[in-house]
């Protein structure tokens, strides 16, 4: 195997090996742009590193070949001490993680090659301060000493000169400060900082590579759903500086804004900086349409090569670049980060502008996107005043709006978080140890950075809300407070809300209001209406794209008119779920109460008797908002605990009565009853087709209610497709039974209405035991819907009730899983006895129809699964429609 590869020999299709930086450094390269020569040792060395300690034999070969063609090609060497040339080595791992691991720049300066390139570059001043950075940057990340020593010597410094800017200190002053920065490394690491640049650079691909397993980048890549098992790769890359006076500087830019999509020009930019300087946000930038005035002959060729990248990425491209006394220099791009607006936005203009297709389209954007843009938004037109006061507008770097108390540590907002608190982590600028507080926070306010910044781009990738570099706030992380030019003061705990939309940060709570696009679902806001907005449009256009794709059709779980016909807004193509359980809630209760604790038939048909026209009138009410869709209803599932009242309650009024002496024989009576029924399990218990079985009359009274609904509307002249579904089967048996029973009470309905009904029945697969005999549940059914909920519940083993607050936490935390199997289908476990039954259903009866309705009919990575084995619909809830439409269709695209 090959472990290491020049610039001119990758390309963007190998980001397994080469990570994405270094992929596209190589595409770059050979698309003839100004990359400084340099050299990407793969993945597959950090995993040998990493998982024998030791890199592999022969890498050490491949790097000295290498290093000897870019210094040929450089025509000086690595630290020479006439000439040096520097490298930097930096981490780039497949998926980005932003600030998450180790860089190195400047490697190759030492005691003596710092003289050579003062005197090359003709400023003692540059060349000392690119030595102090290499000390300092190499004994934090290399040596682990603690980054604050460099900084407090490098404040010192600067105090005793009594300046505030690191460019006004002078050579001598650096000189000085070089020789404290090599004293700090002597103590802290036990050793001398090493002089011998092979050695400099050795140590620090080592450096890189352990710093995949620092614990913040562990802990990103379980909240990025990383895997932790694909390493990075390390890029040694000659070094260009932007630190070489007004001449230079350096920047960050996007072909077009990861906010809107807009086209245009944005970005930041620093004179007289080196790279780190604009991303840390350390010190303000100017907007990158300055440099056209600072530069235009760079800014020009910019433009230009931008241009060449959008073309060829098909895609907005983010870019840093250096320029070194007048020469523009790429030393990154990939395809940027977005917010979920721009996404959907960026992909209708790529299909516009002819680089892209519609299936593309589909696979620039996604549900978690669609979801992220159904949340509300502050209502704007609230006037500010009385309780709500603007306090600041910083820049809007990730969208949504978030209202929390104000914590200015990343400890207090995870530890207030757990207690329950919304809060708003506020900081002077966010760095990798901030993570954890990011994690917990509603959303981030920073008072330095641009859009570039860290918290910036985390934001962003997490989907959370922020505003940076909001310059009105004074962020005082000491006190645990923030003044505001003009006045206020926000202690910490105090309310705040901030728009990461349009950057408005605010004191107090600000009210939200839907957002448009779910106006839009709703019919509110329509595409191609004159005020209808940009995204709107474009989310309209990505939808229909959707919908012309997929396979799938999309049902909701809905039990009411309203929620019904919400769906229907929503894009439902029929009901996949309506839990006739939610139709006996509130004043119903009783009734069903009384039917399960019936002593005598006579009891018990007495309640059914009042129970059947209110069910039939809920079944005409949805059948109508339902009308010409297929509306399957699920007879009575829940576990009996659900209608009965609570145990101890009704022991202490019992108690109590008798104390009294008061007359307590019904309470006692139903005491009786209800300890009669306890269970243990109830889940496991008396519920779903057990209590249709048990308790007479039931579910035919459900069933009789369904079929006189269904032979109403289309007396009604209406198009009812009703669908009746036993819950909780586990044998044919059972369903044979109940179906005999259903058919009979069926047939009475069609004689005495005169109506000639045709309902489906079928049931749901959600216990082990039916998924694995299938076959033989088809020949009794004419649809199957996977209960997934359930199903999960029993092939795991877990109480879906509980495990969510008890030890889940720790498993998602040991990498069990990566996410809870209620919330995306299991594959391999849950999925494959999905599958299996599919299969068995389907050779039982070929038409067999086929859905799912358990939570994962509405989640992204699940739709696809479903896509895959073949079923006919997903059922979701309502709100999770469109969601479910989008990824039916990317599934198919
Ligand atoms: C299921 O088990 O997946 C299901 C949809 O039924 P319920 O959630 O009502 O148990
Ligand atoms: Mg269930």
């Known amino acids: 195997v090959k472990f290491v590869y020049d610039f001119t020999e990758g390309n963007k299709e190998l980001k397994d090996l080469l990570g994405g930086k270094g992929a596209n450094l190589a595409e770059m390269t050979n698309l003839g742009l100004p990359v400084p020569p340099g050299f990407t040792i793969t993945t597959e060395a950090c995993k040998t590193y990493l998982d024998s300690g030791d890199e592999p034999a022969a890498l050490r070969d491949e790097v000295s070949a290498h290093l000897d063609a870019l210094e040929a090609k450089m025509a000086k060497k690595l630290g020479q001490a006439d000439d040096p040339l520097l490298v930097s080595v930096r981490s780039g791992a497949k998926f980005s993680m932003p600030g998450m691991m180790d860089t190195v720049l400047n490697i190759g300066l030492s005691d003596t090659s710092v003289q050579g390139l003062a005197k090359q570059a003709g400023d003692d001043r540059f060349a000392w301060d690119s030595y102090r950075r290499l000390i300092q940057m190499f004994g934090k990340t290399v040596l682990g000493v603690d980054g604050e020593l460099f900084e407090d010597a490098l404040e010192a410094a600067k105090q005793a000169k009594k300046v505030v800017v690191d460019t006004d200190l002078e050579a001598a002053d650096l000189k000085k400060l070089v020789t404290k920065f090599k004293k700090i490394v002597k103590t802290e690491a036990g050793r001398d900082f090493p002089q011998d640049p092979r050695e400099q650079m050795d140590l620090a ?100 090569i931008m241009e060449t990248l959008e073309n060829h990425y098909k895609d907005l491209c983010d870019i840093e670049f250096t320029i070194e006394r007048g020469q523009l220099w790429m030393l990154q791009t ?93 900081r002077r600028e966010t760095n990798p140890d901030d993570l954890d507080g990011m994690i917990a926070a509603e959303g981030i306010l920073t008072s330095r950075g641009g859009k570039t910044s860290h918290a910036a781009v985390v934001a962003r990738g997490m989907g959370k809300t922020c505003v940076c570099g909001a310059e009105e706030l004074e962020v005082d992380t000491k006190r645990r407070r923030m003044t505001v030019t003009g006045g206020h003061v926000v202690e910490e705990g105090d309310v705040i809300s901030i728009d990461g939309s349009n950057g408005k940060v605010y004191l107090g709570e600000v009210p939200v209001v839907p957002s448009p696009v779910v106006e839009y679902f709703e019919g509110r806001m329509h595409a191609g209406a004159d005020d209808a907005d940009e995204l709107v449009e474009a989310v309209h256009r990505i939808m229909a794209f959707a919908d012309r794709k997929r396979r799938l059709r999309v049902r909701a779980n809905a039990d009411n008119a309203e929620d019904a016909l919400r769906a229907r807004r929503f894009g439902a193509q029929g009901i996949g779920l309506c839990r006739t359980e939610h139709m006996f809630l509130g004043d119903r ?23 059947l026209p209110l069910q039939k009138q809920d079944f005409v009410q949805l059948f109508e908002a339902m009308d010409g869709l297929p509306v399957t209803v699920r007879l009575l599932d829940p576990p009996l605990h659900e209608f009965l009242p609570d145990i101890t309650e009704l022991s202490v009024r019992v108690a109590l009565a008798e104390a009294r002496q008061d007359p307590h024989e019904n309470e006692l009576r139903l005491l009786q009853a209800v300890h009669r029924l306890h269970e243990q399990n109830p889940m496991l218990g008396l519920r779903g087709v057990r209590l249709g079985l048990v308790i007479p009359g039931l579910f035919t009274m459900q069933v009789r209610a369904i079929a006189e609904a269904a032979a109403e509307r289309k007396n009604a002249k209406g198009d009812p497709r009703a669908e009746i579904m036993i819950p909780l089967v586990g044998t044919v048996q059972e369903l044979e039974i109940v179906r005999d029973e259903a058919e009979q009470v069926i047939a009475e309905v069609r004689e005495h209405t005169g109506v000639d009904l045709k309902l489906a029945l079928g049931t749901m697969i959600e216990l082990p035991r039916a998924a694995l005999t299938a076959g033989q549940i088809a020949e009794a059914a004419e649809f199957f819907s996977f209960g997934t909920n359930d199903l999960t519940q029993t092939v795991w083993g877990f109480s879906r009730d509980d ?23 299991d594959r391999d476990g849950v999925g494959s006895l999905v599958k299996s039954a599919v299969k068995a259903g389907r050779e039982t009866r070929p038409d067999l129809k086929l859905g799912v309705c358990g939570e994962h009919g509405g989640d992204p990575e699940s739709v696809h699964f479903f896509h895959e084995v073949g079923l006919d619909y997903v059922s979701c809830s309502p709100f999770r429609i469109p969601v479910a439409r989008l990824e039916a269709g990317r599934a198919a695209s």
């Not at 495990?803 to 995306?824: D, M, N, Q, R, W």
Request: glycine letters at 10%.
């Open 205 to 304: 691909i080592h450096a890189v590579f352990d710093s995949w397993n620092t614990e913040r980048a562990k802990l990103y890549r379980r909240q990025e759903r990383i895997p932790h098992d694909l390493g990075t790769a390390v890029n040694v890359c000659s070094m260009v500086f932007g630190n070489l006076g007004p001449d230079s500087g350096t920047g960050v830019a996007f072909t077009r804004d990861p906010a809107s999509g807009h086209q245009g020009v944005y970005g930041d930019y620093l004179q007289n900086a080196q790279g780190e300087d604009v991303v840390a946000g350390i010190r303000n930038t100017v907007p990158l349409a300055d440099l056209e005035r600072i530069d235009k002959k760079s800014y020009d060729q910019l433009m230009q």
């Open 589 to 611: 209760r009783e009734l069903v109460e009384r039917l399960i604790l019936a002593d005598t038939d006579a009891e018990r048909e007495e309640s059914l008797k009042e129970l």
């Open 334 to 426: 990939r395809v940027g980060k977005r917010t979920a607006g721009a996404a959907f936005r960026i992909a209708t203009q790529l299909v516009d502008q002819g680089l892209i297709d519609e299936a593309e389209a589909l696979q620039r954007v996604n549900g978690a996107q669609l979801a992220q843009l159904m949340f509300p938004r502050f209502d704007d037109s609230v006037a500010v005043g009385g309780k709500v006061t603007r306090i600041g507008r910083g820049i809007a770097a990730s969208p949504g709006a978030a209202v929390g108390k104000a914590v200015f540590d990343s400890y207090t907002a995870v530890k207030w978080s757990r207690s329950g608190e919304k809060v708003i982590l506020v």
């Open 803 to 825: 495990v969510e607050a008890s030890f889940f936490t720790a498993y998602l935390e040991k990498g069990i899983f990566g996410v809870s199997p209620f919330e995306t289908i």
